[in-house]
């Protein structure tokens, strides 16, 4: 049993806000990894890793009570991390005791601050050696001897490579073939999302705020609060309510700003109650204060059309979680949590001009403990009211038969933990932990009598977790239910009977969360919050340039490009057949364009590798470094949050390449995570192979502990005098650059190629890096330049009996042959090309040299007659070829069966023509 103090849960000021992790002692009782969702690929690298399972422990989401728990403490939740039980609040220096005093919590740290590693500067073009096609890249790879391994047609096709970075922006030539596999922006703020059962999507209707929290969706307004930084240099947190005009959200009102109320106000939870056949509401919101942390209030105004007006707060302090239902048609009934343990009840009679309160009393008390969203449903001069015990995961429940003059308690009907429920009308829906299914289920109640006895039926989906439900009444006496479930929300309906559920349908996947449902013009509608979004190019409501022109995707690019990027004759990454994931967590500059050495907290980072594990990336890539954050003897691979959720990622079958960091012989060590265990941190070299060295005022790479006792770094690769793309100019688009960050990507396309080659060495990152040091070029590892220059094509050995390289673009033998069309639709052309090819086109001849057909083939997603690139690759696949167009039907041009015979199929490209021979049979 957890024992709580009412001292834990005070209001949080907003002075002197710092990020910090809470680490929490468990996930709750009862929890099991088998009920986790696992993408496929997730599964099989984690099946043959040293995880060997395909869920742990650690895959487990945060437990819902204990967050729940923190957030009315008074702090923000910023991100959280599966991985290490942790989630990363904003708070200020006077919480920190009372949140260690939480008995769910472990521990209490800092959230540590990033230094990028980006360029340092600019060097003189040089002109390129050998052979013309890999352009000015060439010297860079064949110091890595690449081009060996690209000759055997080996491009890292079918592997999945990771990028923690500043963003992609996709534009650019290099990346025209490139095989985006997903992307996340971590950074810019949240979305607040609305769904519509008319057209069954759902669209952003309001961007970029940051910690977006209750949006709620009344008539033509949505309501929420949001720190201010959208509209202000400073931060605050603000009540918003935004306005539907059409199409558009186009009125955000500041109802909580200071000029409305005091100086010192800031927004924690809101209520909103609609005037009958009106436009009209009453708004109530809690607001903490920044010179009084102990302080929680109850402020109240009303909204009409778009003119707010508000009043005095409520005479009661310490108050919390209101919560407003109308009774008569000038008369509301509030309900919040006061002191704790308490649910007081108050009622209003309001105008446009005039709230009159009339007096508040006790509804509910539980001694010791933590009351949360008290709720209510009226019926006449029936009202019943429940509210949550976070202490225990324990609903409360209280009934009046005379209309509020007086309650008494009634047993609640759920006896399992609960962690979030609903009332509406006379249906009551819980979610609870079913400890023998290891997971979350939706229990829904029904009662004829106010709550004397309950109808209940269980719910048979078990969900990982379940964060957050709302309710809306059906006419005929059914319900919708939304919730939320471990970043997804999924709606559910039943038309009458309260055993009578569906099944629930996914509105939203990944990020979204506290979604809230309503009617608006006989339309079902779900609002919602979205953390970030799936774009992580350059947006100009989103991102900024730095003093030198540099895009916030710039160095993400750049990195991306070095490992994915292909234009053939001027570009070409280490491994550009792989598939690129990015998740854009690093903050290239700010609002006002301060550039480069920007402060990123690694509770962000954290989040975007684990979400890049889960979508089943076999390889992450990464720039952090965090400087100046720790001391020497914390350079342990243990101590920093980012370099234990490396080592963690890495237990799962992940390869991490790390760039080392680039520093001056002030201070010359390696930083965080690149003092990971189980990662390769790659320090850097010139093209020529010199170690890049560091001095005073002179930047360099950095270097491992002399007395670590592990050698970091484990590999160097170019880091001075490196191609790179240019993404912000469009006449040079390319320029010579320095940073060992442009050294851990090449490593990561390394391993790519040997992955293509070695598909067992999936889920084992120890083999790779073994067999990457045994090829590297020292004689004898140190703790500047590791084990040296790893060498692609060695570490690919001893190549597989079983493999079929090539090395020119080439047809493959045509299936079905012989091909039957009377039974068989299609012919398939599978090919393979080694040089990524425009205007391909197949032709068929007959053995006498009569031309049947000709047609152009289409990359992915191209147009017939555009410059549009095929990369290179293999394409095997039939559906692949349906769509690239490399089949044929037995038909000739003007739509006449062929004879049967021997034809011949030839495939044309820029770089020469390749034929096969198939039968055709009639």
Not at 438 to 452: C, D, H, K, M, Q
Not at 582 to 607: C, F, P, Q
Not at 666 to 674: D, K
């Amino acid at each position: 049993m957890l024992v709580f103090s009412s001292l834990l849960l005070l209001a949080a000021t907003a002075f002197a806000q710092s990020p910090y992790w809470i680490y929490l002692v468990n996930k709750g009782e009862g929890r099991s990894p088998d009920v986790m969702r696992v993408h496929r690929f997730t599964a099989e690298r984690r099946q043959a890793s040293k995880l060997a399972s395909k869920a742990g422990f650690g895959d487990i989401p945060l437990h819902p009570r204990y967050l729940r728990l923190i957030e009315i403490s008074g702090a923000r939740i910023r991100a959280r991390s599966r991985w290490l039980n942790a989630v990363s609040v904003e708070t200020d220096s006077m919480r920190l005791e009372s949140l260690q005093m939480m008995p769910f919590v472990r521990s209490v740290e800092p959230v540590a601050v990033e230094i990028i590693q980006l360029p340092m500067n600019l060097i003189q073009r040089k002109e390129p050696i050998e052979p013309e096609h890999y352009g000015n890249t060439y010297t860079q790879l064949a110091l890595l001897n690449v081009p060996a391994v690209h000759n055997l047609g080996i491009f890292g096709q079918g592997v999945r490579i990771g990028f923690l970075d500043t963003g992609f922006k996709r534009d650019h030539t290099v990346f025209r073939t490139v095989r985006l596999g997903a992307e996340h922006d971590f950074i810019t703020g949240d979305d607040i999302m609305v769904w519509d059962s008319l057209s069954k999507a759902s669209v952003s209707v309001i961007s970029n705020y940051e910690i977006v929290q209750q949006p709620e969706l009344h008539g033509d307004w949505i309501f929420f609060i949001a720190d201010s930084t959208a509209l202000n240099a400073t931060t605050a947190r603000v009540l918003y309510a935004a306005h539907r005009n059409g199409n558009t959200w186009d009125t955000i009102l500041a109802l909580s700003e200071p000029q409305i109320t005091y100086t010192d106000s800031i927004a924690r939870s809101h209520a909103i109650v609609t005037k009958a056949n009106s436009d009209t509401m009453l708004v109530v919101w809690e607001a903490g204060s920044t010179n009084d942390y102990k302080r929680r209030d109850l402020h109240c105004g009303v909204l009409s059309n778009t003119s707010f007006k508000g009043f005095a707060k409520l005479p009661e302090s310490n108050c919390r979680n209101p919560f407003l239902i109308s009774n008569q048609s000038d008369t509301s009934i509030l309900l919040y949590v006061r002191d704790e343990g308490r649910v007081r009840m108050n009622r209003a009679v309001w105008t446009l001009d005039n709230v009159e309160w009339l007096g508040a009393s006790e509804v509910l008390f539980a001694p010791g403990g933590i009351l949360d969203q008290p709720k209510a449903s009226v019926s006449g001069d029936t009202i019943i009211v429940v509210a949550l015990d976070l202490t225990q995961g324990q609903l409360h429940l209280a009934r009046s038969l005379d209309g509020g003059q007086s309650f008494s308690d009634i047993p609640s009907p759920a006896n399992e933990e609960v962690v979030a429920f609903d009332l509406e009308g006379n249906h009551l829906v819980v979610a609870f932990v079913d400890k023998a299914q290891g997971g979350f289920r939706l229990a829904s109640f029904e009662t004829s009598n106010a709550g004397s006895t309950w109808t209940d039926f269980i719910h048979p989906d078990v969900f990982e977790v379940i964060g957050s439900i709302d309710l809306l009444s059906i006419a005929g006496g059914g319900l919708h239910a939304v919730f939320e479930s471990a970043g997804d929300i999924l709606l559910t309906s039943s038309p009458g009977a309260v055993d009578s559920w569906g099944v629930p349908s996914i509105l939203a996947q990944e990020f979204s969360y506290q979604p809230y449902i309503a009617f608006n013009a006989g339309e079902l509608e779900v609002v919602w919050s979205s953390r970030g979004d799936e774009d992580t190019d350059y947006d100009p409501g989103e991102d900024w340039r730095d003093v030198n022109g540099f895009s916030q995707p710039a160095h993400g690019s750049r990195t991306a490009a070095l490992a994915v990027g292909y234009q053939g004759r001027y570009y070409i990454g280490a491994s550009p057949g792989a598939e690129l994931y990015v998740a854009k967590t690093e903050k290239h500059v700010n609002l006002y364009g301060s550039m480069y050495e920007m402060r990123i907290e690694e509770d962000i980072w954290i989040e975007g590798l684990e979400w890049l594990e889960r979508n089943g990336v076999d390889i992450v890539n990464s720039s952090l470094a965090y400087g100046d954050w720790y001391s020497n003897d914390e350079l342990d691979g243990k101590t920093s949050p980012a370099s234990r959720a490396a080592s963690m990622a890495a237990k799962r079958g992940v390869l991490i390449t790390n760039a080392a960091g680039n520093v001056e012989s002030a201070a010359p060590y390696i930083s965080p995570p690149g003092d990971a265990y189980g990662i390769i941190t790659v320090g850097g070299v010139d093209t020529l192979g010199n170690w890049w060295e560091h001095g005073v005022g002179v930047i360099g790479s950095a270097v491992g502990l002399p007395d670590d006792g592990r050698i970091k770094p484990e590999l160097v690769a170019p880091a001075a005098g490196v191609y790179v793309i240019d993404v912000d100019d469009t006449i040079s688009h390319y320029f010579y650059g320095n940073g060992t960050s442009y050294a851990a990507p090449l490593v990561a396309g390394i391993a790519a190629l040997m992955l293509e080659v070695h598909s067992e060495y999936r889920g084992d990152p120890e083999t790779i890096i073994s067999l990457l040091q045994q090829s590297a070029s020292a004689s004898s590892p140190n703790d500047t330049i590791g084990y040296g220059i790893p060498d692609a094509y060695q570490a690919i050995l001893p190549l597989p009996s079983n493999i079929d390289t090539f090395s020119r673009n080439e047809l493959l033998p045509p299936y079905p042959n012989p091909f039957y069309p009377g039974s068989q639709a299609l012919i398939y052309f599978p090919f393979r090309l080694n040089k990524a090819s425009t205007r391909i086109r197949l032709r068929i001849f007959t053995l006498s040299g009569e031309r049947v057909l000709e047609k152009p083939l289409i990359p992915p997603g191209g147009t017939e007659g555009t410059d549009d690139e095929i990369a290179i690759g293999t394409y095997d696949d039939p559906a692949d070829l349906e769509q690239i167009g490399a089949f044929w039907n037995g038909l000739t041009e003007n739509g006449k069966p062929v004879a049967s015979g021997l034809y011949l199929v030839v495939l044309s490209t820029q770089y020469g023509s390749h034929a096969a021979k198939f039968l055709l049979l009639r």
